[in-house]
Each structure stands twice: as C-alpha cells, then as structure tokens.
C-alpha cells in the first residue's frame, strides 16, 4: 500500500526549459558556439553547484573561466534563470488534494540562484508538501542514491510504500 509520495520540481510541477539557459548564457560568452557545445561536457560544474559543493560566486566564476564570460553576476544570474518558466497550472491544487491520503514530499535538485527567484513564487506551492528537500541545502543530488535513503530516512518511509515521480528517466532508476 502506497503511504508516501515524493515529487520532482523541474518538469514536473514546475516548467523548465534548458534551451532557453543554454542561449542566454551563449549570448555572454566570447565564442557562443562554444557554450552550446561545452555545456554538456561541464557537468560537473553544474552538478557540484546544484549539490551545494560550489558557491554561486564560485559556480559563476566557473562560468566564466569555461566560457570566456565577462558578464556581471547579474548578467549570469539571468541567464542561468532563463529556463524557470513558472509553476504548471493545477499543481498546488494536486499537491493538497493528495495530501489528505498520503504523506507528501518534495525532492529537488536545484541550486541557490534557482532557488532565490522561485521561492517566492512557489510559497504556496512548498508549503503545501509535508516537507521539502533541496539538493544544495542537503549536499547531494539525483540520481545518486544515497539522496534518496537521506529523505525515505529522514521521513520515516518504507520504499515498499513509496512512489517517486520524476520526469528524468536516470533519477527514476537512482530511485528505484
């Protein structure tokens, strides 16, 4: 009998779309064809800041160093959040009609700059889960495992009586 329901962030109740980050941040860069290119080859850039192992001074110098931006930390800051697109209608609505049956969490990897121009936004949203986990705040991030024991720890779920919603098919396995 499933008890707990953990929900994804990005792509699932809130829209997202990377293209949008990897133009704006190509529009900064000295050679733009290079960040379309190396975006994917700088994971772990973004991995370590969404996992809380960089700063966002540090995450933005990382940018710059890799891509040859001389853009101010407001110019990346917006470009980063070119991809938050506002959280999907009926979403809140979801969230609390769930909530009188099951025990509802959310679980994002996300990072600080994101996190700072949504949380306004998504008040009402956040505080409508049971509890909500962040990978910058909590060190760790999907697909690992270990992020996925820390909540089902943390919130005294039994995986057998969990069910995770994603919309990435590698946090999906990390999951399972």
């Not at 008890?3 to 860069?29: M, P, S, W």
């Not at 909530?99 to 994002?108: A, T």
């Not at 998504?122 to 495992?145: H, N, Q, V, W």
Request: charged share 25%; aromatic share 10%; net charge negative.
């Amino acid at each position: 009998m499933i008890k707990t329901i953990i929900f994804d962030l990005g792509g699932v109740l809130y829209r997202i779309n990377h293209e949008r980050t990897r133009e704006a941040l190509a529009a900064l860069a000295v050679t733009p064809e290079a960040v379309l290119l190396k975006l994917e080859a700088q994971a772990d850039v973004f991995s370590n800041y969404e996992s809380g192992k960089l700063t966002s001074a540090e995450f933005r110098d990382s940018l710059r160093t890799s891509y040859g931006m001389t853009a101010s930390d407001e110019q990346i800051d917006h470009a980063w959040n070119a991809m938050l697109g506002g959280i999907f209608p009926q979403s809140i609505e979801l969230i609390r009609s769930l909530k009188s049956r099951y025990n509802i969490f959310l679980l994002s990897n996300i990072n600080d700059i994101h996190y700072k121009a949504i949380d306004v936004e998504c008040a009402e949203l956040f505080g409508a889960f049971d509890e909500c986990f962040f990978s910058y705040k909590i060190g760790m991030r999907k697909p690992d495992t270990e992020i996925y024991s820390h909540v089902l720890h943390a919130t005294n779920s039994l995986p057998e009586h969990t069910i995770f919603i994603d919309d990435a098919p590698q946090n999906i396995l990390g999951a399972r």
